[in-house]
């Protein structure tokens, strides 16, 4: 069973946990007139069932991104966690998106998911230069840890954040429930990671509500909105978070990373527009409509 899932979301309580008091003070220091950035993005670009709706009709495999890109202003680019790109593939990438449009690469498993890899300054130079490769298309970028990654392995984080350079915004995602406490991730660890401005993936599955936190590290947070095939339950969460979203950027909260998943991603374009208009109506995001090919939207 994929991380989180359930046969059956009826009966989840999906209130979300109070603020985290340490982020509130975090936050105070970013404060401005302006109101935070919004991206929103899906976890893949290659949906042959998009095709009719935000793709064209007869849209070829290899246009999908260009037409994803002038729907969406960001991604969850999960190729990058099976694989680091070489520079010739993000190029063709590079080519195909808006100026503004950023990637938010998932950290190569060679180093997330195993401790020699963590320890491998090779390898992390390595993924170094795919993210330099990315330019200004570059978003954070965010290591998801497995679910055996404990809190007794604090010592080999804080050895990997070490080698890390403040130079690429980087995202933690644990799902260890080791590391949460009262909804909050633990005030030690948040405490150094906003002294590092690394921020803390917000996982939000039906499944895993112990994962759920509200703590923020960095100027930036990234969520990850898992749905469940339009359940009503789905619009209730988003609009949940869009109004959560507009208080954190009234405090100062910089940018926001809403990644849509739905199963199999086929309603995630659905899910996404939902999404678009909660935050635009409750957190001013000023998002663009999706561009849909024929009048089905949800």
């Known amino acids: 069973m994929e991380f989180g899932k359930l046969h059956s979301v009826d009966g989840v ?20 007139s302006s109101s935070a950035k919004f991206y929103i993005g899906t976890p893949a670009w290659g949906h042959k069932e998009w095709i009719g709706k935000i793709y064209p009709e007869k849209t070829k495999a290899a246009d999908f991104l260009s037409y994803y890109s002038r729907n969406f202003n960001t991604i969850e680019l999960n190729t990058s966690h099976y694989r680091i790109p070489t520079a010739e593939q993000t190029q063709k990438w590079l080519a195909q998106v808006g100026t503004d449009f950023v990637f938010c690469p998932k950290l190569y498993q060679g180093i997330s998911h195993s401790e020699q890899g963590m320890l491998d300054k090779k390898l992390l130079a390595e993924w170094f230069e795919f993210l330099k490769n990315l330019g200004t298309h570059r978003g954070p970028c965010f290591a998801q840890f497995p679910p055996h990654f404990d809190y007794s392995k604090k010592s080999l984080l804080f050895y990997f954040l070490q080698q890390w ?4 915004e980087l995202a933690l995602e644990f799902r260890h429930p080791s590391w949460f406490q009262n909804g909050c991730v633990l005030p030690a660890l948040t405490k150094y990671l906003q002294s590092r401005g690394i921020g803390l993936v917000i996982t939000d599955v039906a499944g895993r509500r112990d994962v759920l936190h509200v703590s923020i590290s960095a100027p930036f947070t990234m969520l990850r909105f898992i749905g469940n095939d339009l359940h009503l339950s789905d619009r209730q969460r988003s609009q949940d978070w869009a109004v959560r979203l507009s208080s954190w950027s009234q405090q100062g909260l ?26 635009n109506e409750e957190a001013d995001a000023q998002l663009n409509p999706l561009q849909w090919c024929a009048a089905t939207l949800v």
């Open 13 to 32: 309580n999906w209130d979300l946990p109070s603020d985290d008091p340490l982020a509130s003070v975090y936050l105070e220091k970013f404060k401005t």
């Open 165 to 168: 350079t403040d130079d690429f």
């Open 254 to 279: 910089q940018k926001v990373f809403f990644l849509v998943h739905e199963p199999d991603d086929i309603l995630a374009p659905e899910m996404a527009q939902i999404v678009i208009q909660q935050l």
